[in-house]
């Protein structure tokens, strides 16, 4: 075997003869390995050994990425017992995703965290949100410290305070991605900021990277209800999660991919409007009107994480 | 301005307020639009819809049985354009907007009653109120105009569905109405 022909001495010294019939201890270790691994890839499935060999899914071209996409529909549809489709749409080019949000409208009803939960495929049992909306007081402006994000009066807004909705601010230097070991989690050409589920090896560095706490962590298998469950789902998106693997916003890339994109659905389930987005590559898009004319601020600048959310004062 | 009107001319300025209620997205300048493909109301209809206005916008949110309003404002209702509380009917209608300055027949024609007039005497029609509004709110209407006041729906690249002003904003009394709030987030501590 190997080590017999590249044996580990020093240099002069002749290697000393084993003895025939003898295992080194290091044979003897990648004996026991092989076999373990082995035996446990015969107790899988056909399906469980491609998932446990796959690639990453950047690396992944043409025809494996169709094997993949199949094997996860099948799964997903025998597990729901519905059709499920799961898209790999690549990013468009000559698009950069931006989003706006109108401090000024916003009124805290947080229609667009439960919108986001139904798209996306949240989890409900244990409960996971990608939107947090932060209540401010108006006196105090924007201030984190001070915000409450379990606020619950019967009617919204109230007088005295204001409302900071937040979720992935796909920052264009995230802080996630770097420290990523697994490098399962990057940001794609038209800017959204993606995990790969099925390598994300669930160790939460980047859930202490993000300034925000847009990252969020499956503790345990995720609930759907099987009438909710959105079966209009890509890889990189609202595809299913396992349990012990990060999860965040991604512009809802199922819905923003589309050949005719649609609006994600927080923008759409807005009741004020407050909730702008549209492509920072063409001057006539709404979120360049906004970084045009209107006062922005992006979230925790000194950190430069530069996002492509921007909160802005339409008044 | 045409004679004078009855008691009964009250009837016709109330329904006409309601209807100027709705003044909010509609599609009327092109200009503006960005270059893409022009906007149907709904998502996916054919070309011809697009004749609809310069923006998609969905009809105005009439109270039921009031428009048109020349089912009562005809020609045996005569008008009386003297500014007055109404009591014959429309007295539902408590006007905030303001209400120092304007009465009824300020924003709904009196001798057209199916439509709106603007300060100068042109006619708007309801599905276009807008305009109306656009007149005092010219910075909103600006950015409506482009998305960014008020809603839009549909496609990011593509087709887009407008709201009117009246869609979120009571033209009698326009200030956003509060809601109910959806359920807080569970706390950490009582999530097992």
């Known amino acids: 075997m190997k080590d017999r022909e590249t044996p580990i001495v020093k240099p ?34 056909k399906a469980g050994r491609e998932a446990f060999f796959q690639s990453r899914f950047k690396e992944l071209t043409g025809k494996d990425i169709d094997k993949v996409i199949a094997r996860l ?30 401090l000024s409208r916003c009124i805290g009803c947080r ?8 798209e996306n495929n949240l989890s409900r049992d244990p409960q996971i949100q990608w939107i947090r909306v932060l209540r401010m007081n108006k006196e105090r402006g924007v201030d984190i410290m001070e915000s409450d994000a379990y606020y619950n009066p019967a009617q919204v807004p109230e007088p005295e305070a204001f409302y900071m909705p937040t979720a992935c601010q796909q920052c264009r230097n995230p802080p996630c991605v770097k420290v990523c ?11 959204i900021v993606v995990i790969d589920y099925d390598w994300c090896i669930g160790c939460r560095c980047c859930m202490a990277a993000c300034p925000y706490g847009a990252r969020h962590f499956n503790w345990g298998p995720p609930t759907v209800p ?21 999860e965040k916003c991604t512009f809802c890339i199922q819905r923003v991919r589309e050949a005719n994109g649609h609006y994600p659905a927080c923008v759409e389930a807005c009741p004020v409007g407050a909730r702008k ?18 006062r922005v601020f992006i979230f925790k ?15 | 301005m045409t004679g004078k009107a009855g008691v009964r001319a009250a009837r016709l300025f109330l329904p006409a307020a309601a209807l100027a209620a709705w003044n909010f997205l509609a599609p009327s300048f092109a200009a503006e639009e960005n270059a893409r493909p022009p906007a149907p109301p709904t998502a996916p209809p054919p070309a011809e819809d697009t004749q609809a206005g310069e923006y998609p916008v969905p009809p105005p949110p009439f109270s ?46 009196a001798d057209n009653r199916d439509m709106l007039r603007s300060a100068s005497g042109e006619l708007i029609k309801f599905a276009e109120s807008y305009k109306l509004c656009g007149q005092c709110h010219g910075d909103k209407y600006r950015d409506w105009k482009v998305g960014v006041h008020g809603k839009r729906s549909g496609e990011w690249n593509g087709r887009k569905t407008y709201l009117l002003c009246v869609n979120c904003h009571d033209p009698h009394s326009p200030k956003y109405k509060s809601i109910t709030p959806m359920p807080p987030p569970v706390r950490p501590e009582n999530i097992r």
């Open chain 2, 64 to 109: 039921k049985g009031i428009f048109p309003c020349t089912e009562c404002h005809n020609k045996d209702l005569p008008v009386n354009k003297t500014r007055r509380k109404l009591e014959a009917a429309h007295d539902e209608i408590q006007l905030h907007h303001d209400e120092q300055h304007r009465w009824c027949l300020d924003c709904h024609d």
């Open chain 1, 301 to 315: 600048e000194d950190l430069n994480t530069q996002p492509k959310f921007y909160y802005f004062y339409a008044t």
């Open chain 1, 277 to 294: 987005f549209g492509n920072l590559l063409d001057e006539q898009s709404e979120i360049r009107y906004i970084l045009r004319e209107k």
């Open chain 1, 73 to 102: 529909e099948k799964e997903y549809s025998e597990k729901y017992g519905r059709a499920v489709s799961v898209s790999a749409a690549p990013a468009a080019e000559g698009v950069l995703f931006g989003y706006g949000l109108d």
């Open chain 1, 181 to 191: 070991p697994t490098k399962a989690t990057w940001q794609e050409p038209d800017g």
């Open chain 1, 111 to 118: 229609r667009c965290v439960y919108a986001c939960v139904e």
């Open chain 1, 12 to 45: 002069n010294e002749k290697p000393a003869p084993e003895p025939p019939g003898h295992l080194t201890r290091r044979q003897f270790l990648a004996v026991s390995a092989a076999g373990a691994v082995s035996v446990f890839l015969a107790g899988c499935t």
């Open chain 1, 226 to 246: 099987k009438d909710h469950l959105n079966a209009h789902m890509h890889y990189l998106g609202n595809r299913l999660r396992p349990r012990g693997v990060v």
